[in-house]
């Protein structure tokens, strides 16, 4: 699935997607939905106790109030 659709699909929700092939700026662009929620935790618990080889956990909006980005 290209990331593009997920971030049409999944508006102001936590997305957690496994990435699949990027570009060569290494940004996604194919990737494999794991898990999606409006709920933070939800995400986190799709995380615990399972391996994946490469993810990205990304908020699909504007940052939620009390949020700030790191980088």
């Known amino acids: ?6 971030k049409q699909q999944y508006k102001d929700e936590w997305v957690l997607v ?3 092939r ?3 700026l ?3 662009i194919d990737v494999e939905l794991i ?3 409006k709920d933070r935790g939800e995400i ?4 615990k106790g399972k391996k ?7 908020y699909n909006g504007k ?3 009390g949020y700030i980005a790191a980088f």
């Open 44 to 47: 986190y618990k799709a995380m």
């Open 35 to 37: 898990a999606h929620s």
């Open 63 to 65: 940052a939620p109030k």
């Open 22 to 24: 990027e570009d060569k």
């Open 52 to 58: 994946f080889r490469y993810t990205y956990h990304f």
């Open 26 to 28: 290494n940004r996604p």
């Open 1 to 6: 699935m290209r990331i593009e659709e997920i």
């Open 18 to 20: 496994e990435i699949l």
